[in-house]
């Protein structure tokens, strides 16, 4: 039974004894105590624009993608001084795919050219995006690449099939983008060039380059030691090949 179980007219009659002043003051408390419960439900969201803005990038920092598209989806871009609302939620939809393992759709979704032949990716260093979209690329870049080193290293080197399945990269490069690779100058205007080493600036984020959030360094862990391995044995399967190559009697026929 509630404390309230027992109640009787006889209560009832006992409020009406009390002084008019007394229960006057019941109201204005009860009402106070509601516009503070209500002020305190809207303290979420309650920013400026760009407070929201480096908010939202924040949770692309914790790979929180949902809250951060949906945040940004209620920016007004002309009310930031700087940012980029619409990049952040193309951000946010490679990091949903990622999230659910799709990495080697997100990774082609990072180096989408758009309008122009301009890179859909284009993070200003000064951004609050800039730190996350780095972890984000690397991130995605590490799962994508191994994907692909774990295909090569299931190979047999000294085959025909292995040098005809070498198609973009070399083999050592999947390995060396993530371990180690400089980030090119910033440009505003940051176009597709095109071949197999054309990516956006921010798709060459590294163990080296990369200042790991939290929540990247918790979901990258151990990458980095595992793609030195991969980094060595990678190296002897160029070697093998390489000497199987040079092997081989190529056949020449002289035509007529």
């Given at each position: 039974?509630?404390?309230?179980?027992?109640?009787?007219?006889?209560?009832?009659?006992?409020?009406?004894?009390?002084?008019?002043?007394?229960?006057?003051?019941?109201?204005?408390?009860?009402?106070?105590?509601?516009?503070?419960?209500?002020?305190?439900?809207?303290?979420?969201?309650?920013?400026?624009?760009?407070?929201?803005?480096?908010?939202?990038?924040?949770?692309?920092?914790?790979?929180?993608?949902?809250?951060?598209?949906?945040?940004?989806?209620?920016?007004?871009?002309?009310?930031?001084?700087h940012g980029d609302p619409a990049t952040a939620r193309y951000?946010?939809?490679?990091?949903?795919?990622?999230?659910?393992?799709?990495?080697?759709?997100?990774?082609?979704?990072?180096?989408?050219?758009?309008?122009?032949?301009?890179?859909?990716?284009?993070?200003?260093?000064?951004?609050?995006?800039?730190?996350?979209?780095?972890?984000?690329?690397?991130?995605?870049?590490?799962?994508?690449?191994?994907?692909?080193?774990?295909?090569?290293?299931?190979?047999?080197?000294?085959?025909?099939?292995?040098?005809?399945?070498?198609?973009?990269?070399?083999?050592?490069?999947?390995?060396?983008?993530?371990?180690?690779?400089?980030?090119?100058?910033?440009?505003?205007?940051?176009?597709?060039?095109?071949?197999?080493?054309?990516?956006?600036?921010?798709?060459?984020?590294?163990?080296?380059?990369?200042?790991l959030l939290p929540a990247y360094e918790k979901a990258?862990?151990?990458?980095?030691?595992?793609?030195?391995?991969?980094?060595?044995?990678?190296?002897?399967?160029?070697?093998?090949?390489?000497?199987?190559?040079?092997?081989?009697?190529?056949?020449?026929?002289?035509?007529?």
């Amino acid at each position: 039974m509630g404390p309230h179980a027992d109640f009787t007219f006889d209560h009832l009659s006992s409020i009406t004894r009390v002084p008019y002043g007394a229960r006057a003051l019941r109201l204005p408390l009860a009402l106070w105590i509601s516009l503070a419960l209500c002020f305190a439900a809207t303290l979420v969201g309650c920013g400026t624009p760009q407070e929201e803005y480096a908010v939202a990038c924040d949770l692309i920092g914790e790979l929180r993608f949902d809250e951060a598209s949906a945040l940004l989806a209620e920016l007004d871009p002309r009310q930031l001084t700087h940012g980029d609302p619409a990049t952040a939620r193309y951000l946010c939809a490679a990091g949903a795919l990622a999230k659910e393992g799709k990495f080697g759709e997100a990774f082609e979704r990072m180096v989408e050219v758009g309008d122009n032949d301009r890179w859909s990716v284009i993070v200003h260093p000064e951004d609050p995006l800039h730190t996350p979209a780095l972890n984000l690329a690397l991130w995605i870049k590490v799962f994508h690449h191994e994907q692909r080193i774990q295909e090569l290293l299931a190979m047999d080197p000294e085959t025909e099939e292995f040098g005809l399945s070498l198609t973009g990269l070399q083999p050592t490069a999947y390995a060396l983008e993530v371990l180690d690779s400089d980030l090119p100058e910033f440009e505003a205007d940051e176009s597709y060039i095109g071949g197999d080493y054309s990516v956006p600036r921010i798709m060459y984020a590294s163990f080296t380059n990369v200042d790991l959030l939290p929540a990247y360094e918790k979901a990258l862990r151990g990458m980095k030691e595992m793609f030195g391995t991969y980094l060595a044995r990678l190296e002897k399967h160029e070697a093998l090949y390489m000497a199987f190559f040079e092997a081989r009697e190529e056949p020449w026929t002289m035509q007529p």
